[in-house]
């Protein structure tokens, strides 16, 4: 089941914050996200293990509420460096293979400027 | 310096040929990962390597084979059975599977069927 991601796309300003949500119809373990420019690879931005957990990565951190199955990316005084498409992973059980693996929103796309 | 190649990275097709895609890694890594994008559908899961000489199918495997003889290789072949094969693909790694390790990808590999 892929995670749901809101919203699709969204313009700012230099400065100005955004939040990006990513939630899930089943329970989850872990939230991954990550970042990918135009034409280019997708870039590890943080993990969150925990319920509740928030962690931090320069202005953009993220929060994990493991009861609402959702995580919130936020991005504080964004800056032009910032856009981009933002994906978050969600793990999926795969029958028979014994392991989680991500799953992928369909992503948000951020373009800042200036 | 470690990380992932992948090549080539524009690849033209004619209908009804089979292609290989190539992807290396030098970080040791246990796990590898195939994944699809096509514009606003995020990335989507096509094998998975949890290790040497094993595989898995993800959620979209059907016209798509792997191998994984070594550590470091993980080629994708895209066969004349899959329908729609244009689109941009990604390999990914991390040290071990599952859901709570970081992924890097590669560069990627664009793929235009003519």
């Known amino acids: 089941q892929q995670p749901v991601q809101s919203p699709q796309a969204v313009i700012l300003r230099e400065g100005e914050d955004a939040v990006i949500n990513c939630s899930s119809s089943?329970?989850?373990?872990?939230v991954h996200w990550y970042r990918q420019k135009h034409g280019e690879a997708p870039v590890f931005l943080m993990i969150?293990?925990?319920?509740?957990e928030q962690k931090g990565h320069d202005k953009i951190s993220a929060s994990f509420n493991e009861k609402k199955q959702q995580s919130s990316l936020y991005l504080t005084a964004s800056q032009l460096s910032y856009s981009g498409t933002y994906f978050c992973?969600?793990?999926?059980?795969?029958?028979?293979?014994?392991?989680?693996?991500?799953?992928f929103g369909k992503g948000t796309k951020l373009s800042v400027i200036p | 310096d470690g990380g992932i190649t992948q090549s080539p990275k524009y690849l033209f097709r004619k209908e009804g040929q089979n292609v290989t895609l190539s992807c290396e890694q030098n970080l040791n890594h246990d796990a590898m990962y195939w994944y699809r994008q096509d514009p606003g559908q995020g990335l989507r899961l096509i094998y998975y390597s949890q290790i040497v000489n094993d595989f898995q199918k993800g959620d979209i495997a059907e016209g798509y084979s792997v191998s994984r003889e070594k550590k470091e290789s993980f080629p994708l072949t895209v066969t004349s059975a899959q329908k729609n094969p244009t689109a941009f693909y990604l390999c990914?790694?991390?040290?071990?599977?599952?859901?709570?390790?970081?992924?890097?990808f590669g560069p990627g590999t664009r793929l235009t069927v003519l």
């Open positions: 992973g969600t793990p999926q059980d795969r029958p028979g293979a014994g392991s989680y693996q991500l799953t």
């Open positions: 969150l293990l925990k319920g509740g």
């Open positions: 990914a790694s991390s040290s071990t599977a599952g859901s709570y390790n970081e992924q890097f």
């Open positions: 089943k329970a989850l373990y872990s």
